[in-house]
């Protein structure tokens, strides 16, 4: 503020300071004293609401009234809430226009899972992480989702299309036998061999938005491979300051070289879809 008062003196402009509010986190606070600094004594500052971006950059706003208060909190929130919408209608629409059968594809799901070598960024971390990570629905659901494809002779069963070997089908054992959660469950591991499998460092659950993300440029489209899972982290020590709470996770499926195509993270977000039922 200081330079912008001081810019506003000598007749020229600063140029703003972006802040990306929609990986970001609000908080109310109400009031908070601020610090002594130099010669000026402790100030409370009332109706504090705070910006909290990558879990390192927090930013501290002071609203002159509680409705003002109010207002700045839904204007954060409301325009995260929008970009993830215009996520959601992206994703579709490259759904419909890259795998075959578009809005009708069926599912990705083997047995009931999907799993493969991913990169993850948790919510409040700046760090990527290699992982095998496993999508596996939930015994109800997916008794439900293959009496769907049974039943549903319109649309082609998920026996119909080939999966690649890094994809689902590629594990260090038969999982055919193995039971299913009684919940739909995300769970990354730090490998597919079995004695790292045990315990899952992650957990992602109550999974309620899967969305691919739009990429800085439109070129960049049928290159981009980034998506994002909001959801309820697990209480794993991998999760930081974010255990068992509310978050997200960014995704970028392991691919084979030269591979760019958003078609395999495509299938990653068929399976999550089906695996937590979203979207219909």
């Keep these: 503020m200081r330079e912008v008062e001081e810019a506003h003196r000598q007749g020229r402009e600063v140029p703003p300071v972006y802040f990306n509010v929609t990986d970001a986190f609000v908080h109310v606070l109400g009031a908070v004293t601020g610090p002594t600094v130099d010669d000026q004594p402790a100030k409370k500052y009332m109706n504090v609401l705070t910006l909290n971006t990558a879990g390192s950059n927090l930013v501290l706003f002071s609203c002159p009234t509680t409705q003002a208060l109010i207002s700045w909190a839904s204007a954060f929130r409301l325009a995260a809430w929008e970009k993830s919408r215009l996520e959601e209608i992206y994703s579709a629409h490259l759904i419909r226009i890259t795998l075959p059968y578009g809005k009708d594809t069926p599912s990705t799901l083997v047995q009931g899972r999907m799993e493969g070598w991913v990169r993850i960024r948790v919510a409040g971390q700046t760090d990527w992480r290699r992982m095998w990570m496993v999508v596996s629905a939930g015994s109800e659901s997916s008794s439900e989702l293959a009496r769907t494809s049974t ?130």
């Design 151 to 280: 039943n549903d002779s319109s649309r082609p069963v998920a026996l119909e299309v080939p999966h690649k070997k890094h994809m689902s089908n590629f594990s260090s054992r038969d999982r055919q036998e193995e039971p299913l959660p009684p919940r739909p469950l995300l769970s990354l591991f730090t490998s597919p061999k079995s004695k790292d499998e045990k315990r899952p460092l992650l957990t992602l659950k109550e999974v309620s938005q899967a969305f691919a993300v739009y990429p800085e440029r439109p070129e960049l489209i049928n290159r981009s491979t980034l998506m994002k899972l909001e959801g309820h982290l697990g209480e794993e020590e991998m999760a930081g300051s974010m255990r068992n709470r509310q978050g997200w996770l960014l995704v970028m499926p392991g691919l084979e070289v030269g591979n760019t195509q958003p078609s395999e993270m495509l299938k990653w977000l068929v399976a999550i879809h089906d695996a937590f039922a979203l979207y219909g």
